[in-house]
């Protein structure tokens, strides 16, 4: 996530690993953008650049704002569902 807010363009960024059925489990990426432009390949390569590549999101989930829970933390199930609702970048 840390990696991730360095990025121009990431407004916030969670990241969660999702169960898959080729991997067992991957890592997904849930962004608030501030420039559309920003794309999954850009994303990818900025991230190729510091972290190791079993650290870098398999699939990315672009978002207005995160979901949150009643007492106002980010509601990490309600982003799971997102994840297996939404179309993955």
Not at 27 to 50: G, S
């Amino acid at each position: 996530e840390r990696r991730l807010l360095e990025l121009p363009g990431i407004a916030d960024a969670r990241v969660l690993g999702m169960a898959c059925d080729t991997r067992g489990q991957q890592v997904v990426a849930f962004l608030v953008r501030t420039d559309a432009a920003l794309t999954p390949l850009v994303i990818r390569q900025r991230c190729a650049e510091t972290l190791s590549a079993h650290k870098i999101p398999r699939r990315f989930v672009f978002v207005d704002r995160f979901p949150v829970d009643a007492r106002g933390k980010i509601d990490r199930r309600a982003l799971q569902r997102l994840a297996s609702s939404a179309h993955l970048e």
